[in-house]
């Protein structure tokens, strides 16, 4: 996010400045569906859900993010783990 300036970016506002640009949204952060009403932003957004923020443990799971990116629906959620 730094090097688009969003550092310091409240999810809500990180959302709608996704949206505009991007047709998905990648975040380790579980409780984000949580937080925010994902269905009112026009962006995609794919969860992963990894043991930790590590890299090791986040690339175990880079093979199934890339075949979930292909059936995204905006507006919801989905889950690799």
């Known amino acids: 996010m730094h ?7 409240k999810n809500g506002d990180l959302l709608t ?3 505009a ?3 998905a949204f990648l975040t380790i952060d ?3 569906p949580h937080q925010q009403n994902l269905s009112k932003y ?9 043991a930790s923020n590590k890299h090791d443990d986040i690339a175990k799971l880079i093979p199934n993010a890339l075949a979930a990116l ?3 629906v905006p507006g919801l959620v989905t889950r690799v783990n």
């Not at 026009?42 to 990894?50: K, R």
């Open 70 to 72: 292909r059936n995204l």
């Open 17 to 19: 400045k996704a949206s």
């Open 30 to 32: 579980k409780n984000l």
């Open 42 to 50: 026009a962006i995609s957004v794919l969860v992963i859900e990894s």
């Open 21 to 23: 640009e991007f047709d």
């Open 3 to 9: 090097q688009v300036g969003w550092t310091g970016l």
